[in-house]
């Protein structure tokens, strides 16, 4: 059997789906007002009148002055669908009907209408908004589902694609029988956390015959695009695996020491330390040499904005604004709540694919679990990335921000450690009334590494490590 894919509109989704939408099924879109379903609805037929195909949007809860807004405000020219409002037509039949006798005949009259201007148009592709209304008229469950299966005898003997919308109710009928004559359940979900925007989500519930990516995937409503959802990554998903190559130093000899020469590709590097000790110092130093290599380097800045990075590095003798200017070095820099958990993980794995990345440096890593607020959910794609970078051959490291200033580390809410194959320790000491800074390679998975505690030394123009701990 031939396995003929539709596009549904959203190429996040089509990821999901692993290539769209089996043709000639009936799909359910669900979720409560609010949640984007007439957007993902309308960059359905969209995509479909793109390609030349006749398509229909059959709506009984908007009208098309409703459509045409929402439309408008991404930009979009709904001249290609066909837009058929039903309200007025079931509404005329009623006469002096009893209400059961009333309700019977406009789901009639409704779908008598849908059969029309099926046999007028022939579409490839039909919106059906919404099944709430069909639920209302029906006078109890058993005519609801009767009027379900005539729905779809319409359909079935038609090359059609069909999507039916519904606003679920709070409390889902859970036994409802009409769930299981669609080939797809597509569920839409939006929920406000205490502070920032709303978080979106999007879960393919059912779809019959297709291995999807199961579970949840984070999505948002974006002007212009849409409905956009990032699929999120799978640790067991297959990956191709490159080839390690040579260790990749700092440019700094006696701190590669420490680390037996360099540091593996394809490994995480864990860098923690407090406020001053030299944890973005670090990491720059090892972007900066990868740079001057010819080797391509991203950023991805939680807490300091792209200018105090540059003037930071430039007054340690890394100048960085040339490589950025020729893209080989990519920042990014994110406001608190501006970017999804899903998101950033897509947008992290698509430059290290396309741009053959050899260092990632997030920094922090402490403000990554703050602006994604869900710390388990974080933690999880955090490990998905990082196991794709390590296919990848890439060096990543993880900025880690300790609580307190010069004493003990306090109220650390998680064990972060065993995301990193080398961890590094940063601290600050005091000595005769100066601050020193303390390094210390606690932890590497892979080939030798100095246990002695080496000063680090950052000055105007200067950093490395001394030869000895004084």
Same mark, same amino acid.
């Given at each position: 059997?031939?396995?003929?894919?539709?596009?549904?509109?959203?190429?996040?989704?089509?990821?999901?789906?692993?290539?769209?939408?089996?043709?000639?099924?009936?799909?359910?879109?669900?979720?409560?007002?609010?949640?984007?379903?007439?957007?993902? @609805?309308?960059?359905?037929?969209?995509?479909?009148?793109? +390609? $030349?195909?006749?398509?229909?949007?059959?709506?009984?809860?908007?009208?098309?002055?409703?459509?045409?807004?929402?439309?408008?405000?991404?930009?979009?020219?709904?001249?290609?669908?066909?837009?058929?409002?039903?309200?007025?037509?079931? $509404?005329?039949?009623?006469?002096?009907?009893?209400?059961?006798? @009333?309700?019977?005949?406009?789901?009639?009259?409704?779908?008598? @209408?849908?059969?029309?201007?099926?046999?007028?148009?022939?579409?490839?592709?039909?919106?059906?908004?919404?099944?709430?209304?069909?639920?209302?008229?029906?006078?109890?469950?058993?005519?609801?589902?009767?009027?379900?299966?005539?729905?779809?005898?319409?359909?079935?003997?038609?090359?059609? *694609?069909?999507?039916?919308?519904?606003?679920?109710?709070?409390?889902?009928?859970?036994?409802?029988?009409?769930?299981?004559?669609?080939?797809?359940?597509?569920?839409?979900?939006?929920?406000?956390?205490?502070?920032?925007?709303?978080?979106?989500?999007?879960?393919?519930? +059912?779809?019959?015959?297709?291995?999807?990516?199961?579970?949840?995937?984070?999505?948002?409503?974006?002007?212009?695009?849409?409905?956009?959802?990032?699929?999120?990554? @799978?640790?067991?998903?297959?990956?191709?695996?490159?080839?390690?190559?040579?260790?990749?130093?700092?440019?700094?000899?006696?701190?590669?020491?420490?680390?037996?020469?360099?540091?593996?590709?394809?490994?995480?590097?864990?860098?923690?330390?407090?406020?001053?000790?030299?944890?973005?110092?670090?990491?720059?130093?090892?972007?900066?040499?990868?740079?001057?290599?010819?080797?391509?380097?991203?950023?991805?800045?939680?807490?300091?904005?792209?200018?105090?990075?540059?003037?930071?590095?430039?007054?340690?003798?890394?100048?960085?604004? $040339?490589?950025?200017?020729?893209?080989?070095?990519?920042?990014?820099?994110?406001?608190?709540?501006?970017? *999804?958990?899903?998101?950033?993980?897509?947008?992290?794995?698509?430059?290290?694919?396309?741009?053959?990345?050899?260092?990632?440096?997030?920094?922090?890593?402490?403000?990554?679990?703050?602006?994604?607020?869900?710390? $388990?959910?974080?933690?999880?794609?955090?490990?998905?990335?990082?196991?794709?970078?390590?296919?990848?051959?890439?060096? *990543?490291?993880?900025?880690?921000?300790?609580?307190?200033?010069?004493?003990?580390?306090?109220?650390?809410?998680?064990?972060?450690?065993?995301?990193?194959?080398?961890?590094?320790?940063?601290?600050?000491?005091?000595?005769?009334?100066?601050?020193?800074?303390?390094?210390?390679?606690?932890?590497?998975?892979?080939?030798?590494?100095?246990?002695?505690?080496?000063?680090?030394?950052?000055?105007?123009?200067?950093?490395?490590?001394?030869?000895?701990?004084?």
């Amino acid at each position: 059997m031939i396995d003929t894919r539709v596009t549904s509109g959203s190429e996040g989704l089509d990821t999901v789906l692993r290539g769209g939408l089996p043709s000639g099924n009936i799909y359910l879109l669900q979720g409560l007002p609010g949640t984007g379903k007439t957007t993902l @609805a309308l960059q359905f037929l969209l995509a479909g009148a793109a +390609k $030349g195909e006749p398509v229909l949007y059959v709506t009984l809860s908007q009208t098309a002055s409703d459509l045409q807004r929402i439309a408008a405000s991404h930009g979009w020219c709904l001249d290609g669908i066909v837009i058929v409002e039903l309200q007025s037509e079931t $509404g005329s039949e009623e006469g002096t009907q009893s209400i059961f006798q @009333a309700t019977d005949l406009r789901l009639d009259a409704t779908r008598r @209408a849908i059969e029309a201007v099926i046999v007028e148009h022939d579409p490839r592709r039909i919106v059906y908004d919404s099944l709430l209304e069909v639920r209302l008229l029906a006078p109890d469950l058993a005519r609801y589902q009767r009027e379900m299966l005539g729905l779809r005898t319409i359909v079935s003997n038609r090359d059609m *694609t069909v999507m039916l919308l519904d606003t679920v109710p709070e409390a889902e009928i859970k036994d409802s029988q009409s769930r299981g004559i669609v080939d797809g359940i597509i569920t839409l979900d939006k929920t406000l956390p205490a502070f920032g925007r709303a978080r979106r989500r999007i879960e393919v519930a +059912k779809m019959r015959g297709v291995d999807i990516y199961d579970g949840w995937h984070d999505m948002d409503i974006r002007t212009g695009e849409g409905v956009a959802v990032f699929p999120r990554l @799978a640790p067991g998903e297959k990956v191709d695996r490159l080839e390690g190559g040579e260790l990749i130093r700092s440019g700094r000899d006696r701190l590669d020491s420490v680390f037996g020469g360099g540091m593996e590709p394809g490994t995480t590097t864990m860098v923690v330390g407090q406020a001053g000790s030299g944890k973005s110092t670090i990491a720059s130093l090892y972007a900066t040499a990868a740079l001057e290599r010819g080797e391509r380097v991203a950023l991805f800045l939680f807490e300091e904005r792209v200018e105090t990075f540059f003037r930071r590095s430039e007054g340690l003798g890394m100048d960085l604004r $040339g490589h950025h200017a020729s893209g080989r070095l990519k920042i990014y820099d994110f406001n608190p709540d501006e970017i *999804t958990a899903g998101e950033f993980s897509q947008l992290v794995q698509r430059e290290a694919d396309a741009n053959d990345l050899r260092v990632v440096v997030i920094d922090s890593f402490t403000g990554y679990m703050s602006a994604l607020g869900n710390e $388990g959910r974080a933690l999880f794609d955090i490990q998905a990335l990082l196991k794709h970078l390590a296919y990848r051959q890439v060096l *990543t490291f993880l900025i880690v921000a300790q609580h307190g200033l010069l004493g003990e580390n306090a109220d650390v809410r998680l064990d972060l450690s065993f995301l990193g194959d080398t961890v590094l320790l940063l601290r600050l000491r005091e000595v005769d009334g100066h601050i020193h800074r303390d390094l210390i390679a606690v932890k590497k998975r892979h080939g030798p590494h100095e246990l002695a505690v080496r000063r680090l030394v950052i000055e105007t123009g200067h950093v490395d490590v001394s030869e000895d701990d004084r």
